[in-house]
């Protein structure tokens, strides 16, 4: 059986390697296959300067970390524990779910999961002469560094793992090239689009614009539209339920 007649529709994920499981189970339950589009593998740091960054950061007044990843890479470093009087801040519910399971249950993260959402916060609101611990990759939520120093934060960055570039799978390619059925992307990071889009050949990065871009956030709509995708759907947040929740709403009214 070809991946056309398991499925009556898939999704393209871009996540990182290893990184599929959550997508790929959210999919299955709304009757879609996946098709795992990597451009990238995330590699932690256990070098000196990492863990002194980590150490420096996780000691701040307000401790913010960009995903699951930045959680599981640091709580490998060393142990998570909170003290008296830190915020400790996620910058979405995946994120805060990670930091509970590393032992800190206080965790706080935004209703909209996005640097925008997160920025609205009120822990975040005034931090004029505080210090804040971002625990993240290079690259990692760009405008929020800038966005933070300019309410007067005092920023300890601790980049604890790499996003290192990898050869694009060649089973997802084949996939790509071959499927008949109704495709969308799941979006949530446009530096991961922006990686596959260079690397495809034409014929395959014109496929991928031809699927609907499920969009995690309104910049990543934008993101979507200036890249060339002519259909876009916004998903109520970056999780997998929230971005499946959308394109099943999309597909239930175009395929029958």
């Not at 290893?18 to 709304?30: D, K, M, N, P, S």
Request: charged share 15%; proline share 7%; net charge positive.
């Amino acid at each position: 059986m070809g991946p056309d007649e398991a499925r009556a529709w898939y999704v393209i994920s871009l996540r990182p390697q290893g990184e599929h499981a959550a997508l790929r189970r959210a999919a299955a339950r709304v009757g879609a296959g996946l098709i795992e589009l990597s451009p990238w593998a995330l590699v932690p740091r256990g070098d000196d300067i990492a863990i002194a960054a980590l150490q420096a950061a996780l000691d701040a007044d307000v401790v913010l970390f960009t995903s699951p990843a930045a959680v599981r890479f640091a709580a490998q470093l060393q142990p998570l524990n909170a003290r008296d009087g830190q915020a400790w801040i996620a910058t979405g519910a995946g994120t805060r779910l990670a930091l509970q399971r590393a032992g800190i249950t206080q965790a706080i993260a935004p209703t909209r999961m996005d640097s925008e959402g997160l920025l609205a916060l009120t822990a975040l609101s005034s931090l004029q002469d505080r210090s804040v611990g971002l625990v993240t990759a290079p690259d990692g939520r760009g405008v929020l560094a800038p966005s933070l120093q300019a309410r007067g934060a005092q920023l300890r960055l601790a980049e604890i793992y790499d996003r290192k570039p990898c050869a694009l799978p060649a089973a997802a390619l084949a996939q790509l090239a071959t499927c008949t059925a109704p495709t969308c992307l799941a979006l949530s990071s446009g530096g991961a689009l922006q990686q596959v889009l260079q690397r495809l050949p034409d014929p395959l990065k014109q496929r991928l614009l031809g699927a609907t871009a499920i969009a995690a956030s309104p910049r990543l709509e934008a993101v979507a539209r200036e890249a060339g995708f002519a259909a876009i759907v916004p998903a109520q947040g970056p999780r997998p339920a929230q971005l499946m929740a959308a394109a099943h709403a999309w597909f239930s009214h175009r395929i029958r």
